[in-house]
């Protein structure tokens, strides 16, 4: 689990945020997040040439009290594991 709640992270820290592995829940609460990145739940590329997804074991996101005014804001998210 891991609180990022009211920090003021960017598109580029959610997506460095991606590389951990074993995270399982994740609050970024409070960002002012106004969109996400497109490629969030998407792959990439390892030093090694590997192809990895990001959070590949994220069960619960929390994005409450951000700006995402618009369904489109969400798409990003369609990458995820059910």
């Not at 992270?9 to 997506?15: E, N, P, R, S, V």
């Not at 998407?42 to 929390?62: A, Q, S």
């Amino acid at each position: 689990m891991l609180d990022l709640s009211y920090n003021k992270l960017t598109k580029g820290d959610l997506l460095q945020l991606g590389f951990l592995r074993n995270l399982k829940v994740l609050y970024l609460s409070g960002n002012n997040l106004d969109s996400l990145p497109e490629n969030l739940a998407g792959f990439y590329i390892t030093k090694t040439g590997f192809k990895k997804r990001r959070f590949p074991k994220l069960e619960i996101l929390c994005l409450d009290d951000n700006n995402l005014n618009n369904y489109t804001a969400f798409a990003p998210l369609a990458g995820l594991k059910e």
